[in-house]
């Protein structure tokens, strides 16, 4: 692991090629999708100009990956396998296809993945991402000795890596709907989880830079823009006014900026729910009425053992707080199931809480041993065969749930923003503030706009409705 300059060489190969093409598949959450596309936009100046639709045509194929659970991690590796067969039928042809490993999985695994997988090119963890043009330039200097960065830099990769460019790769960056990172890293240690160790301690970007970003996408055509963080409401930034910001008073000042139609943020953890981030959802009419907030479990004696540091209890009254200020709020969670030491009582602590509750989606799992965590060594571990029962009550009743949220919209007009062209012809796609999407016919020069729709029947994953005719963009 040797420190490569922070500012890229011109890479010997590039100036005078063609466009090179580049083709990133990304696993994992949302930070992931942004920071997908902040590579791509990082590659421009190395010459990688194009997308490649499939890896068959790429000169560079990033693999972008997740290390939450056992199953997103082996995905890597049965990808790669099928990558190492198209690089050696490159060789073959006389050509070279470089092929770089990034994200959770890089950062955890570092040589273990090299010597796993020797003809993998360049291993780059997410804090070194403002350094892919140098390995990349090394990596081509020298073939076959694959080129390792999975350092915790002390510079900010934010003030190297060039402005986001909206669409730079498919798939990365839609242009009305954009993300915008905000924190990354993790100080909160469940005990569950891999986070803390692969995207490192918590940081927040300064809220002028994060101002500038969002100006910049709504520049390039973003009407909503969700803010992104591993524990996104503990941001607390420097502002432009010299005072410590937090991120109700960032949302503040981003509901500001003319053409930025609709706010989100996420993922939050209960803990960091601060009283002035309850009062913006009453306060600003930007901050969709949707909010993911993770709960993992029902029970309390699961919530010690994840090291969550609250309660249920504590939990349902957050929620009264929220409702409170925003009764329209609609409501998702992350739940584990069969963490270690849950029994079926505990279990069905957790389906009382959804209950309780009502949520208009979640995401559900099954607890996964993660090396290196604490609860990976706990003695209690749940048999497979009730984690399978359990996660499938779970998803029964949450399915439930958003069958009945979805159902209860239909023959109301809400505003949805336009996001694109739909399925079929002559149909348009986009998204209610529930985060619901929405399908309805229309003239795609309504993409882009906000307009009231009124829905006429509800799918399990997504809404169709009815354009009104008198339409304020
Ligand atoms: N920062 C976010 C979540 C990040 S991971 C938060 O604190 O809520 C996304 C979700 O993956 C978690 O909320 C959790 O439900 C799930 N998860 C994390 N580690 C897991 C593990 N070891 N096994 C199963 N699910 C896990
Ligand atoms: Fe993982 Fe917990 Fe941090 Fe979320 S808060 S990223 S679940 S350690
Ligand atoms: Fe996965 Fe890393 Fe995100 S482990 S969920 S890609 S922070």
């Not at 040797?2 to 949302?30: D, E, F, K, M, Y």
């Not at 934010?158 to 915008?180: S, V």
């Not at 591993?230 to 949302?251: C, E, F, I, K, S």
Request: glycine content about 6%.
């Amino acid at each position: 692991m040797t420190a490569a300059p922070i500012l890229p060489p011109p890479s010997p190969l590039a100036a005078p090629l063609a466009a090179r093409r580049l083709h990133v598949i990304t696993w994992g959450c949302q930070m992931n999708v942004y920071d997908s596309g902040r590579m791509a936009d990082a590659l421009v100046p190395a010459g990688f100009t194009e997308a490649a639709a499939t890896p068959e045509t790429a000169d560079l194929v990033i693999l972008n990956t997740c290390h939450i659970r056992d199953r997103a991690a082996e995905k890597v590796f049965s990808e790669l396998g099928r990558l190492r067969l198209l690089k050696e039928d490159r060789a073959r042809a006389g050509g070279r296809m470089i092929l770089a490993v990034a994200g959770c999985v890089a950062q955890a695994e570092g040589e273990a993945l090299i010597a796993r997988a020797p003809f993998v090119d360049i291993v780059l963890g997410p804090q070194t991402y403002h350094r892919l043009p140098a390995l990349l330039a090394r990596a081509e200097a020298a073939p076959g000795e694959p080129v390792l960065d999975t350092e915790f830099p002390p510079e900010d990769k934010f003030d190297h890596l060039p402005q986001p460019t909206p669409g730079a790769i498919p798939g990365a960056a839609p242009r009305i709907t954009a993300f915008l990172a905000i924190q990354e890293g993790c100080d909160k240690f469940c005990a569950f989880c891999v986070v803390p160790y692969t995207r490192g301690a918590e940081q927040s970007r300064p809220a002028a830079a994060v101002l500038d970003e969002a100006t910049r996408l709504v520049a390039a055509g973003a009407r909503e823009i969700t803010l992104l963080g591993q524990n996104v409401n503990a941001w607390h930034g420097a502002g432009p006014d010299g005072a410590t910001w937090t991120l109700a008073r960032l949302l503040a000042a981003l509901a500001e900026i003319p053409g930025l139609a609709r706010l989100r943020y996420t993922t939050s953890h209960p803990r960091d729910m601060g009283d002035d981030l309850i009062a913006a959802h009453r306060d600003l009419p930007a901050l969709m009425p949707f909010l993911h907030l993770p709960v993992q479990s029902g029970s309390d004696r699961v919530l010690a053992a994840m090291n969550r540091r609250h309660t249920a209890a504590d939990y349902i009254a957050l929620i009264a707080r929220l409702r409170a200020a925003r009764p329209d709020l609609a409501l998702s969670s992350d739940f584990i199931v069969g963490h270690p030491g849950e029994t079926e009582a505990d279990f069905q602590a957790t389906m009382a809480l959804v209950r309780a509750l009502g949520f208009a989606q979640a995401y559900s799992f099954k607890y996964s041993a993660r090396p290196g965590t604490p609860a990976a060594a706990a003695p209690d571990q749940v048999a497979e065969a009730d984690k399978d029962r359990r996660l499938a009550e779970l998803q029964a009743l949450i399915r439930a749930q958003q069958a009945r949220f979805n159902a209860a919209c239909v023959g109301q007009t809400v505003p949805v923003l336009v996001t694109g062209p739909g399925r079929h012809p002559g149909q348009l796609a986009g998204r209610s503030p529930w985060l619901q999407p929405v399908h309805f016919f229309g003239p795609p020069a309504l993409i882009g706009a906000e307009i009231p729709v009124t829905i006429a029947a509800a799918l399990p994953n997504s809404l169709s409705a009815v354009r009104q005719e008198r339409t304020a963009a």
